[in-house]
């Protein structure tokens, strides 16, 4: 009898065994394959942020030379064509896309053909990628990362200090829009007809100068919050870095 107790009690020890490593061997998969797809995001979300620095950098060149344009206008009271064709060549700030999605800045006869007047009205509008975060935040999956602070400077990134950005951008598309007005108040209350161009050659009184200072003072707190999350930006890069490093990959992301 005790013989049969002695081997039941083996056989369930066994059985007993067999499940706790299977279970073991299990939630150690499981561990694994999380701390692996926690590593994967955190290398595409640093690829995105890596690509939206030099987004951001290109986009705050642009500004620091749309303020040296609108600036040089104020210190000549000049709006003519060939004065902010010239400004602009030497200073670049409207562009469009290759189909390589590379930059491809306007300072070519073609490119000012009947545009030249957006120099002083344009407000470039800021649009980086946000694509992976974004399927983060619907999926779930920004959860993976435990650490609450990590996630909470994630999502401070991309969107309250981003909203400073896109707060400025409006203000400056907002003074825009007022020079817009100035310059059809003034077609409206001609006794002949006169075009934009003519107008913004001539006429460039105090309003005039008003809005163009404002602009200057718009683009100047556009260039200030762009930096300000620039710098967040590659806070955030580091602090992602650090993470992933600790988890044994850190060769994957580069400085």
């Not at 991309?158 to 907002?174: C, D, F, G, I």
């Not at 007809?193 to 100047?220: C, K, Y």
């Amino acid at each position: 009898m005790k013989r049969y107790a002695a081997r039941y009690t083996l056989e369930f020890l066994v059985i007993f065994l067999g499940v706790l490593i299977s279970f073991s061997v299990q939630q150690w998969s499981e561990d694994k394959s999380d701390a692996q797809e926690t590593r994967r995001l955190i290398y595409t979300l640093t690829t995105e942020i890596e690509s939206n620095l030099g987004y951001c950098q290109e986009h705050l060149k642009q500004l620091r030379n749309m303020q040296l344009v609108n600036q040089a206008v104020l210190d000549e009271s000049r709006l003519d064509r060939d004065f902010l064709i010239a400004q602009h060549n030497q200073h670049p700030f409207g562009h469009s896309y290759l189909d390589d999605g590379k930059y491809r800045y306007w300072t070519t006869e073609e490119d000012y053909k009947k545009l030249h007047l957006w120099m002083v009205t344009w407000w470039n509008t800021f649009a980086q990628n946000e694509i992976f975060f974004n399927s983060l935040v619907a999926s779930g999956l920004l959860l993976h990362i435990e650490d609450p602070q990590l996630r909470e400077s994630i999502e401070a990134v991309y969107t309250t200090k981003k909203k400073r950005v896109a707060v400025t951008e409006e203000q400056l598309r907002a003074n825009s829009e007022k020079i817009f007005l100035w310059a059809e108040d003034k077609r409206d209350n001609s006794e002949v007809s006169r075009t934009r161009a003519d107008i913004f050659d001539n006429d460039f009184d105090l309003p005039l100068r008003n809005l163009l200072e404002d602009r200057s003072h718009r683009i100047g707190l556009r260039i200030m919050s762009l930096e300000y999350y620039i710098a967040s930006l590659e806070a955030l890069k580091t602090d992602l870095g650090e993470v992933f490093a600790d988890q044994g990959s850190s060769s994957e992301i580069s400085g």
